[in-house]
């Protein structure tokens, strides 16, 4: 799965900064969520984002195929 933050903030005309302001989570772990490099994510940060982005979880999410 990949994460459609960018994606989402460019539909809305939003900026990361924007984001970052409204989430509250430390730089280094919303940088992570927002460039998908992290492993994982709180239900709690899940949930802020849709609130925040205005939209479901689904929306938030991308699904790629692995290579075989």
Known sequence: MKLRILDI???KGKT????YIQLGLSYQ????IVNNQTKSIKFD???????ILECAPNDLFDEYHKKQ
């Open 16 to 19: 990361k900064y924007w984001l």
């Open 9 to 11: 903030l460019k539909e």
């Open 45 to 51: 940060n899940l949930q802020a984002l849709c609130d």
């Open 29 to 32: 772990n919303f940088n992570k």
